[in-house]
């Protein structure tokens, strides 16, 4: 099984700030990452596939970048709606999908 | 609008029995794998298994593999997650989520989730 581990567990940051959370996976998955958002109450939300593709709706303050087992999920300025937990999620493989534990995204 | 419908919460005891529902519409519901996703309290997020609603083609995460039946009625866009015995550590939001089948396909789509709560 491919193990995904995000840092920081949580980032506390500032309105107007840059959030930079990762993404690492114990085996190389090329590109084949997604991230996801999560409003407390709320369904998780598809940010970006791709390792970099930002997905239907999402504002360019999020961008994705990262290759094989290094990946960044960057929130150029954090605005209030923006404090959830993200997550990210390896597809290398077929029927083997998992996902990282999560960060935790909060106002400083 | 492109959705998925889930069913509302549920509390049941244990050795109970429960299907929980996820009415898709908007889109063709029969092109597209549908998954179900649970998160535990306080938890991250893990893939039950997913099904094709077309023909009903079903795949399981082995770990969850004989704890849960996943099934599909074409006819009505809906498709079901159901545990013939709970367990209180059933206790979860289950999602779930349409499959885009790019590689090994990820998730674009998300119902609002079902609590499930199982306690005497």
């Known amino acids: 099984e491919i193990v995904m581990t995000q840092s920081p567990a949580t980032l506390s940051v500032s309105p107007g700030e840059r959030a930079t959370l990762s993404c690492r996976a114990s085996q190389t998955i090329g590109n084949n990452l997604a991230w996801y958002q999560q409003i407390p109450g709320q369904a998780p939300r598809l940010l970006i596939s791709?390792?970099?593709t930002r997905a239907t709706g999402i504002p360019a303050r999020f961008s994705g970048s990262g290759s094989g087992t290094e990946f960044t999920l960057t929130i150029s300025s954090l605005q209030s709606e923006d404090f959830a937990l993200y997550y990210c999620?390896?597809?290398?493989?077929?029927?083997?999908?998992?996902f990282g534990q999560g960060t935790k995204v909060e106002i400083k | 609008e492109v959705q998925l419908v889930q069913s509302g919460a549920e509390v049941r005891k244990p050795g109970e029995s429960l299907k929980i529902s996820c009415k898709g519409s908007?889109?063709?519901?029969?092109?597209?794998?549908i998954g179900w996703v649970r998160q535990m309290p306080g938890k991250g997020l893990e893939w039950l298994g997913i099904?094709?609603?077309?023909?009903?083609?079903?795949r399981y995460n082995p770990s969850f593999q004989g704890q849960v039946t996943i099934s599909a009625d074409r006819s009505i866009n809906t498709a079901y997650l159901q545990w013939s015995s709970l367990k209180s550590s059933d206790t979860a939001m289950y999602y779930c989520?349409?499959?885009?089948?790019?590689?090994?396909?990820?998730?674009?789509?998300w119902g609002r989730g079902t609590q499930v709560t199982v306690a005497s």
């Open positions: 908007g889109y063709s519901f029969t092109n597209y794998w």
């Open positions: 099904i094709y609603p077309r023909d009903s083609d079903t």
């Open positions: 999620q390896q597809y290398n493989n077929w029927l083997t999908w998992t």
């Open positions: 989520a349409r499959l885009v089948v790019v590689a090994a396909g990820f998730f674009d789509l």
């Open positions: 791709g390792a970099s």
